[in-house]
Structure formats: C-alpha cells, structure tokens
C-alpha cells in the first residue's frame, strides 16, 4: 500500500461517509435498473472502432471510448468502477446506462454507491466477514493475492469503520495498479485549463497560460477582443496542445514575430491600445479569463 492512497483516504473520508449512505438508499436511481444494466452482454466488446460523436451512438465499447464526448476524466473512471463493482468488462448496454447516470450530475462516487447497492454486487460478497471480504476483493478487483501490508491496512479502515464496502472498492480503482490494468481511456487530452496572463498593447502581446496539471488540449478555445470585432475562433487551429505551466503568446500588428512558443494570429493591430480587452472563452462556451492591455 504506497503512502499516497493512504493519504487520498484520510483527505477524501467525508466522501467515504457519503458513500455509506449511498448504498443504503441508491438515491433516485431504481434497483432493478442497475441490476438490468448490469446483467446486459457478459462477453467483452472486440469490434472494430467506428468514429462517432456521441458515445450514446458508439456501437461496441472500443468505439464508445473513442467517442468525441467521451472524457478520460469523467467517464473512465465509470467504466473502471463498473469492472471493479462486477468483476468484468463494461458491456456497451451498461456503459452507456452507466455514463448516462454521470451526465445526470451524479459523481463517480455517487456511481459507486448504486453499484455497490446493486443486487449483483451483494450476492457476489454475501455472508462474507471483512477479512474475508478484503481477501476476496483483492482477487475480484486487483486479480490477485493480497499483500499482508495492504491487507492489513484496507481491514483495519473496514474494521474501525473509517470505510464502508463500498468506499474500499471505490478507492482501489483510483489505485495506478488498477488504472494501468483498466484504463478505459483514449489517447485523446482533455481541455486544457486557461487564463490570461498580459496583455501588452505597445507588442500586440497576448499571453495565455496552461494553469491545469497536466497537458491539454487548445482546440475549442476562443479568444476574442471587445466587441467583438476580431474573434479568434480556435486556439486549436494554430497549435493542438499546451504543456502544464506552459504559456502561449498569441501575436498581431503589422510586423509580428513568430517563434518558440509563440504564434503569429493576424498581421493587423488587434490589441495595440491601452485599455483594450481580450477574454477568453472554453470549448463549453464559458467565460473563463478577461484581461485589459496596458
């Protein structure tokens, strides 16, 4: 058990506790469904992938998770709950059950309490003690034999009541082993996380930095000026990602330089007086940075 899991279930206990309460009630989301969703296709999804749009129209799991909508961030995590609540690969009816119950703002940890709730996920551990039910999780979950050190740990949190059945399932799938065995992603970046950093109306500089962990994608953001006059439609268009920390420096006027990190947007002034504004806008259509040139 490596210090970093043992430290994610102490800061995310109060998610733990929700959880509990979870599994008792399952919320809006009507037993028999889960069951019914849970009890679709047994076999693993192997056709070819099929590009589609929406992940509601994929036709086997491999094109679903290639979707356009489908999120590494969001919707994976689902499907590795799904293989770790029922010991098997998401079959395309429930995936799609499933990821539709997260777009209907439940969390992945709500997800986890339906599931841990449902009448398949009960009758695999039924009767079982804790020790016998953390051994049997490590086989079901991980494929594998426990560790004495993460044995005694995950009972010990059972056992003392920090953690419910449910919530021991849920953070074993956050675990890098689970993930590197069930990763469920695409190759795909998420969005990365933006803001405005300078505006400097003198160079016709705008500066623009990746404030997200890790590296993102630029397609589908828009930048634009007052007005707007000049609306620059897709950030995507002149450059695909932008590393973590990274900053892009978008540049117009009737003599622009190019360069490393450093893209040439119009050869015209845009941002060249004092007071002019830029703002920032996500692939959501969200406002999320504005910014005055000085």
């Known amino acids: 058990m490596n210090r970093r899991m043992e430290r994610s279930v102490v800061v995310f206990g109060i998610v733990v506790a929700m959880l509990s309460s979870a599994v008792a009630t399952v919320g809006a989301v009507p037993v028999s469904d889960i069951d019914n969703a849970a009890a679709a296709a047994r076999q693993a999804d192997t056709d070819p992938i099929v590009l589609v749009d929406s992940y509601r ?65 009960r009758n695999e551990y039924l009767g079982t003690s804790n020790a016998e039910y953390v051994a049997k999780v490590y086989t079901n979950v991980l494929g594998r034999g426990y560790d004495q050190r993460g044995y005694n740990y995950w009972l010990g949190l059972l056992d003392s009541g920090q953690l419910s059945r449910t919530g021991t399932v849920f953070y074993i799938t956050a675990n890098a082993e689970f993930i590197r065995n069930y990763g469920f992603t695409n190759d795909r970046l998420e969005p ?93 259509g969200v406002v999320t940075s504005e910014i005055e040139c000085s």
């Open 192 to 284: 990365a996380s933006l803001e405005l950093v300078s505006c400097n109306a003198r160079t016709e500089e705008l500066v623009i930095r990746n404030t997200g962990g890790s590296s993102g994608e630029l397609v589908g953001w828009m930048v634009h000026d007052r007005g707007p006059q000049f609306t620059i439609e897709d950030l995507g268009a002149f450059q695909q990602s932008i590393a973590a920390g990274a900053t892009l420096t978008l540049v117009s006027g009737p003599s622009p330089i190019g360069g490393s990190g450093r893209v040439v947007i119009y050869d015209r002034n845009i941002w060249n007086n004092t007071g002019d504004t830029a703002t920032l806008v996500s692939p959501a």
């Open 57 to 121: 129209d994929a036709p086997n799991l491999a094109s679903l998770v290639e979707a356009g909508d489908y999120s590494n961030l969001k919707d994976a995590p689902v499907l590795r709950l799904y293989q770790a609540f029922f010991n098997r690969p998401p079959d395309l009816k429930g995936s799609k059950y499933w990821l539709n119950i997260r777009r209907d703002g439940y969390t992945a940890s709500d997800i986890a309490g339906f599931m841990g709730g449902s009448t398949e996920f």
